[in-house]
């Protein structure tokens, strides 16, 4: 038996619907096809769009699967029958796509996953708002709350992402001669994605994730022996994020998780309960503290429930585990005259003083409706 | 690039190409066949574009390649980014291309990587004036056939080019930042969309300043941010704290950071007005000193600036004593 090695991941990453990433993805699967690579397509999601579809002309396209779900049926990527057919490499539109309930995986990208175990290399396509760091951000940027998201580590397995890039006049030229959407959808989304401005702020964050990707990849390659380069010191960061029942805990997570990724450090998330578990907790409370440890889980971070319920307990855990900076929401209550009993977080604030605490704030507009 | 001339020209755009190398690829070739083409004209060793004959032929759009070339010496426009801002100043739009080794501002950058001596450049700022900027992103090695091609590209050679990369995703970014800024400004809307991490670092007297610009520059490095320093000026500190300041801001003008003194009854209202200002993302500042009476009674100037900083994180560092 021959031992396959992992398929090899590569995104096209784009800021909006339109840009191109389909259209780029399909030509590369040309260019490959005409090198002589075994190449299927095994997932393709035409949008009616003329240019795309001719792309596809050429290609293998290899059927979907048949699901039903509540009376009617659904069409998805058929894992079983493209790791049959076992292509070289195969391209799969829409990386962040949730499949239809009763199907053998929730998201796209763990089928995606299946694919590259068994050794398939993989072209997908993603837009920059469904990347899971950045989620505020793209709520504050397009006022939308993207639903279909992806963690971060798995696009950081990607070996290779590509910037698809056209200017955001070009793409709403694209959208007004109907190339993108059809009419009455693309009136929809002029209300709020292709606003001209949230297109430059969202193209500007595509374009740095591209960068930070490439910077992430030199780091790596340095890491293997290379140069130096001029790369700052870099002190060893450990972060803890305090989770809570507070709805803005998701975004702390989210906010630490990037900057823990960003500077290469460790990120840890723990709560607190007086019983050390989740059980003398309100149901309410206890089912949004069950989110948010479960959201930090699917994004790789290590969770603890901390017997205990003061500033101190967290603390003192801090120092014991080498903690150098904790995350924490904005403390609630007034400054000014203070609460009696004061906030948990106020006083982890003022225990805390050898160490840095970031209170992370909603990057909220200025100015806007 | 030719590939958008083809497109425009079949959308039934009035398109010229005005200058491409005498070489081109075979796909290029092809594209170049079906187009109207002004041709180089040859002086001496150099190849300039032909002006005058672009501006009498007065296209809607002409498409000019290689952007950072020089013209001959002697030449009463020196460069051919000159020679593009006068058919611009004609009222000919004009679609062009450029390597970012060419980036005037970043040669020394380049050359550290490359170790290559780069002679023609472009100003960054007449990259930033452009209407539109569009990156042309590759990874370094295309394809599949891997075995074939690393023989050809060195680990070394990869790098260099992976860098370059690099920094023409940053240099687009930021154009794209530029062009945000201004299309706010000019609707009179005080608005910042957070794309980028604008870093502010707070000093006062106690501050373990080399942790906070340590921390700054390592974040601003990888977020492609920008930091700035500030120190809100209290007259009523004594010497020593004064000398203390000022020693720490020194500090951070060694490091090549821009560094304001902020004037103001009210160092919480001073430091949050600048970070408005400056679309700051996040604040730097030091644990509070003093854990008075009064203080826990009534809250202290740290806790006011937690809770007026809405769209700012707040990091507090520990500080010197």
New interface residues.
Partial sequence: MTIRKRG?LKIFMGYAAGVGKTFKMLE?AH??QA?G?DIAVGYFEPHARQDTIAKAEGLEIIPRARIEYRGSLFEEMDVDRIVKRRP??CAVDEFPHSNVPGSARAKRWEDVMVLLEVGI?ILTTMNIQHLESLND?IR??TGVVVRETIPDWIVQKAD?V??????P??LLHRLERGAVYRPEQAQRALQNFFR??SL??L???A??E???G??L??IE??GQG??GGQ?????HQKILVYLTSDPKTAMVTR?AKR?SD??GGECLAVAMQPTGDLSAMNRPDREALEKHLNFARNQHVQTRILKGSDASTLVEFARQNGVT?VFVT??RG?????RIFPDPI?EI??LA????????????????R | MLDEARRRSIRGQDVVIGGVQPRVPQEAEAILQQMEVIPLKEVGNYAVIDVEALIRRDPAVCFIDGLAYDNPPDSAKKTRWEDVLQLVQAGIKVVTSINIQYITELREQVEAITGKHVNQTVPLSFIRSADEIEVVDAPPIEGYQHSFHEEAATEDHQRKLLRLREMALVLAADVVDHQLTRYLESRGVRQHFSTQERILVCVTADSNVQEMLETAQIIAHRFYGEVFVVNVDQPEISSVERAAVAEKLALARAAHLRVEVLEGRDPVDAILEFARARGITQVLVGHSRRSSFWSRLFGNRLDRLIQQSRGMDVRIFPNTR
């Fill in positions: 090899k590369e260019a490959l090198e690579v070289q490499v290399d951000q504050q940027i290779e590509v910037m698809v890039d056209l200017t006049r070009a001209e401005p430059v702020a193209r500007e964050l374009l740095r591209a960068a930070h490439v910077g990849r030199i390659d340095e290379g140069a790369q700052p010191p870099r002190i906010r900057i960003f500077l900076q904005r403390p007034r400054a000014w005259p203070r106020q604030i003022g003083k050898d160490m840095q605490i970031v209170i992370v704030s909603d990057r909220e507009m200025v100015g806007r």
